[in-house]
T-cell receptor, first 114, second 113 residues
Framework: DQQVKQNSPSLSVQEGRISILNCDYT??????FLWYKKYPAEGPTFLIS?????DKNEDGRFTVFLNKSAKHLSLHIVPSQPGDSAVYFC?????????????FGTGTRLQVTL | DAGVIQSPRHEVTEMGQEVTLRCKPI?????LFWYRQTMMRGLELLIY????????DSGMPEDRFSAKMPNASFSTLKIQPSEPRDSAVYFC???????????FGPGTRLTVT
């Protein structure tokens, strides 16, 4: 049962335009959400996060939006740059007090074209 | 800091052989995580440690998989015997705060023929 879903395996966007990556989740106990970026032959690197008590977090060209009622979050990249081409993973955390782990989606491959 | 270090980067082995993957977390981090990445399931958490103690191994697929952390600077993930379906990229990650930002190593690409 995939609790964190990234339904678009790939996305292609022109340089300078906005990239929107989507993520849906099913577990209402998730209290923290993160986005990771992964280049080929490297490990994922942390990009941006958001607490469940917020609906928006912005960091430079990257903004994450959280819609708790819809159990949906999205990552906006504007303007998109060729160096943004990578696989993006959405992750979510349940803080149970005794154990805390991240559940990842399957990833979306973003291609930013010239 | 050198970041999380994993070895080997690539491993090719025959079915039935024992495989040992190694990880050195970032110094001072007290959480260590082992993940497996496949096309179908994305990044799956296998096991994680806090202060060298295994906390949750519910993601370990079978008894063929085992993980140890003998000290704060070293962990191993062992598969014995290995099977072709174990072929995947295995990542190690470490963190200071539970569940928040985790720092990943470059991964070990395992191929079992």
């Amino acid at each position: 049962d995939q609790q964190v879903k990234q339904n678009s395996p790939s996305l292609s966007v022109q340089e300078g335009r906005i990239s929107i990556l989507n993520c849906d989740y099913t577990n209402s106990m998730f209290d923290y959400f993160l986005w990771y970026k992964k280049y080929p032959a490297e490990g994922p690197t942390f990009l941006i996060s958001i607490s469940s008590i917020k609906d928006k977090n912005e960091d430079g060209r990257f903004t994450v939006f959280l819609n708790k009622s819809a159990k949906h979050l999205s990552l906006h990249i504007v303007p998109s740059q060729p160096g943004d081409s990578a696989v993006y993973f959405c992750a979510a955390r349940v803080n149970t007090g005794t154990a805390s782990k991240l559940t990842f989606g399957t990833g979306t491959r973003l291609q930013v074209t010239l | 800091d050198a970041g999380v270090i994993q070895s080997p980067r690539h491993e090719v082995t025959e079915m039935g052989q024992e495989v040992t993957l190694r990880c050195k977390p970032i110094s001072g981090h007290d959480y260590l995580f082992w993940y497996r990445q496949t096309m179908m399931r994305g990044l799956e958490l296998l096991i994680y440690f806090n202060n060298n103690v295994p906390i949750d191994d519910s993601g370990m697929p079978e008894d063929r998989f085992s993980a140890k952390m003998p000290n704060a600077s070293f962990s191993t993930l062992k598969i014995q015997p290995s099977e072709p379906r174990d072929s995947a990229v295995y990542f190690c990650a470490s963190s200071l705060i539970r569940g928040h930002e985790q720092y990943f190593g470059p991964g070990t690409r395992l191929t079992v023929t």
